[in-house]
């Protein structure tokens, strides 16, 4: 276990080394100038199975993809043999740090569905390879390399990059975006978030004093490249297939999670930026390994322009209810909603969504593309004749991200859009871990009131030959 005062000690050498960092990994290759036109994207998939194999089976739904090469850790599993078969004509690698030195002149992008822990140095180095890429949310699972990857981004701007919250290309989002501009959805003060149903939820005892012990390794599997820049763990099936997403050090919770899902329009239309206070008002089940059972997180934004100052309220649990206005009614849940291999999303007490409050008017909305309704139902007859007609979408968000690839979009969940969010998710699950209230300062982009805190918003050190992904 690293104590504090060894952890400040690394932190502070680590953060004057990352920040001060002499090596280019984006100069450090020639970047082929982008296809313009109607052709397939030569696309190169990381991470198979599970949610991994149904990104590629959207993809392959487009017609607009020409399969180039498959990479996954653990090629030997039944849950990536699916694909493996689909294109037996595609390059396969375990690493994708092979695929990328080996076939990188035969994709032009490529899509990531791994754990949190590994979005960052995977975008990283596709950036650097001049690839176009699409990734799964949360974007990062620290502040720091949510960070690091907007300045990639924004460094290349010919290359499309995409962040899996698909509700930024369905209905919710041009919703919101028209009740805005018709003055429907305007003075926001207040908004609660909840997840509320059991999918993401694990049943292990949280007077947790250890890691689990290490476990014999699946056969062809690479816990290596796995790991990634995390500090060495023994293998465990406790952190693979679906529960990394419950550890601290690989993922990013239910927050992580499901909040690109609940909370991306208001964060975007809203413009809120970064909030200047992070409280954990509430939680069960606290521990230094895994995220508690249930918890209730307060970020407060400021000001913005002529939008009065946000609360945002954040309920997670299963019986950790927020509470609801009159005249709420039925919460719905959206038939969209990918399965996993934890099972479909089942009925709850709650379906996960928010409850937005304005000075005048309520609006109850659910997650990914659910659309926004005015509440009570009295309320919502009285206003019918002053809605705005809502677009629809020109692609859904796989074809987005390949017509962006082909210069005819542009992405509309880029890094530079959706990284603020996943840095915003990033200071909860602090907040979360210590226990604690943060004060940050968006300006200078530190936390004020809690030194190590402070130190964690760059994470821990990267393991030895990972380093290299963090220099800019």
């Known amino acids: 276990m690293v104590t504090r005062r060894d952890f400040l000690k690394t932190m502070s050498m680590a953060s004057a080394g990352l920040a001060l960092g002499t090596g280019d990994l984006l100069h450090a290759q020639t970047i082929s100038p982008p296809k313009v036109g109607g052709e397939k994207v030569k696309i190169a998939y990381i991470g198979i199975g599970n949610r991994g194999e149904q990104i590629i089976e959207e993809f392959a739904r487009t017609g607009m993809v020409e399969v180039a090469a498959i990479c996954d850790v653990d090629m030997g599993a039944k849950h990536t043999q699916k694909i493996m078969a689909k294109y037996p004509k595609a390059k396969q690698f375990r690493d994708f740090r092979k695929m990328f030195d080996k076939a990188g002149n035969e994709f032009d992008a490529v899509a990531i569905a791994t754990p949190d822990h590994s979005h960052f140095p995977i975008s990283m180095l596709a950036l650097a390879s001049g690839k176009h890429v699409y990734v799964e949310k949360p974007l990062a699972r620290t502040f720091y390399e949510a960070e690091l990857l907007m300045q990639a981004a924004l460094k290349r701007p010919h290359l499309a990059t995409q962040v899996g919250n698909q509700g930024h290309s369905e209905a919710n989002y041009f919703q919101f975006k028209a009740w805005m501009d018709a003055g429907i959805i305007k003075d926001v003060t207040a908004v609660t978030a909840h997840m ?277």
């Not at 990634?228 to 465990?236: R, S, T």
């Not at 206005?325 to 089942?346: E, F, K, R």
């Not at 909305?365 to 809502?390: C, D, F, N, R, Y």
């Not at 991200?401 to 992405?411: D, P, Q, R």
Request: charged share 20%; with cysteine; hydrophobic share 35%.
């Open 196 to 472: 509320n149903n059991p999918r993401r939820w694990h049943k292990w005892d949280t007077n947790i004093y250890k890691l689990p012990s290490g476990q014999q390794l699946p056969k062809d599997m690479d816990w290596d490249t796995w790991l990634g820049a995390v500090p060495h763990h023994e293998y465990n099936e406790k952190y693979h297939l679906g529960e990394w997403r419950c550890w601290y050090d690989f993922g990013m919770g239910a927050l992580g999670d499901w909040g690109a899902h609940i909370l991306d329009t208001v964060h975007e239309f809203l413009e809120l930026g970064l909030p200047y206070e992070v409280t954990l008002q509430y939680q069960e089940g606290h521990n230094d390994y895994f995220f508690p059972y249930s918890s209730t997180i307060l970020f407060r934004f400021p000001q913005r322009k002529s939008m009065p100052p946000v609360d945002i309220t954040w309920y997670d649990g299963l019986d950790n209810l927020p509470p609801i206005p009159a005249g709420y009614g039925v919460s719905g849940l959206d038939p969209n909603i990918p399965a996993t291999n934890q099972g479909n999303t089942p009925a709850a007490k709650l379906n996960p969504g928010k409850i937005i409050y304005t000075k005048d008017l309520i609006f109850k909305g659910g997650s990914h593309a659910s659309t926004l309704s005015i509440i009570p139902e009295e309320k919502a007859k009285e206003m019918a004749g002053q809605l705005p007609e809502v677009p629809k979408s020109p692609s859904n968000h796989f074809e987005n991200f390949l017509l962006a690839c082909n210069g005819i979009e542009k992405t509309r969940s880029p890094f530079e859009i959706n990284g603020v969010l996943s840095q915003v998710f990033s200071l909860g699950v602090m907040a979360q871990r210590l226990n604690t209230q943060l004060f940050f300062d968006s300006r200078t982009k530190q936390i004020t009131n809690n030194e190590f805190a402070n130190a964690m918003l760059t994470g821990l050190p990267p393991r030895k030959g990972w380093d290299q992904f963090y220099k800019l």
